[in-house]
């Protein structure tokens, strides 16, 4: 109660950036607010219920001590979250059961998903994360092919919500063609999961800095 500085969310400021924004990436493409690090440091509990009285039904952490904490805040039934970062075996079963969805960025979190929801009898909803170029986690081609496998035999045990992969540096121009070369490995990898017999759920690539200056990187979810 003693801070020397506060931050204020003024409601019609928020209200003005989702209109920009949605003015930008077009009527179709889901927006999901990521929420990490306790907002931005706007608070959970007073940023969460106002972009949700705003029309925002996703939200996305970083990990999931983040997502119990947004999920105690949701007031709209039909709000979703995502974590986009490490999920723990116990995370995964907390997630599994409250219906959260979390990121599948290697084989390993995959065999532990479907572990988890096998023993728990419950569906895990994960998004399959693809390495395109960004180089720090995603699953590979050489790797899709055993991935698409298990999920055939997991059934309605995983279900693929999502197919996503993060865009290195797309905040700046010197990156334009990197960026281009990872959404054409985007596309190659997606046609070869679906060729596999994947249902690839969401397809989802930018970042606001991609959705801002990367129109075509737009897909389903931004």
């Not at 219906?99 to 572990?115: C, I, S």
Request: hydrophobic share 45%.
């Amino acid at each position: 109660m003693f801070e020397t500085s506060v931050i204020e969310i003024d409601a019609s400021a928020l209200r003005a950036n989702l209109r920009f924004l949605r003015a930008q990436i077009g009527p179709k493409p889901i927006l999901c607010s990521v929420v990490k690090g306790n907002a931005y440091g706007h608070g959970f509990s007073e940023f969460i219920p106002l972009a949700e009285s705003m029309g925002v039904r996703w939200f996305a952490t970083a990990n999931a001590n983040e997502a119990v904490r947004v999920l105690s805040f949701l007031q709209a039934p039909a709000s979703h979250i995502m974590i986009m970062g490490d999920v723990p075996d116990e995370a995964q079963e907390w997630a599994i059961r409250h219906g959260v969805a979390f990121w599948v960025t290697d084989r390993g979190r995959l065999e532990r998903a479907l572990a988890i929801a096998t023993r728990l009898d419950l569906p895990a909803r994960v998004h399959l994360e693809l390495e395109t170029g960004l180089h720090r986690t995603g699953l590979g081609a050489g790797e899709l092919e055993a991935v698409a496998a298990r999920l055939h035999e997991a059934g309605e045990r995983v279900v693929v919500e999502g197919t996503c992969t993060h865009f290195a540096g797309a905040e700046s121009i010197g990156n334009y063609h990197r960026i281009q070369q990872q959404r054409q490995r985007f596309d190659d990898l997606c046609a070869q999961l679906c060729a596999l017999g994947v249902d690839l759920g969401l397809q989802h690539t930018a970042c606001s800095a991609a959705a801002l200056t990367e129109p075509g990187t737009t897909f389903d979810l931004v």
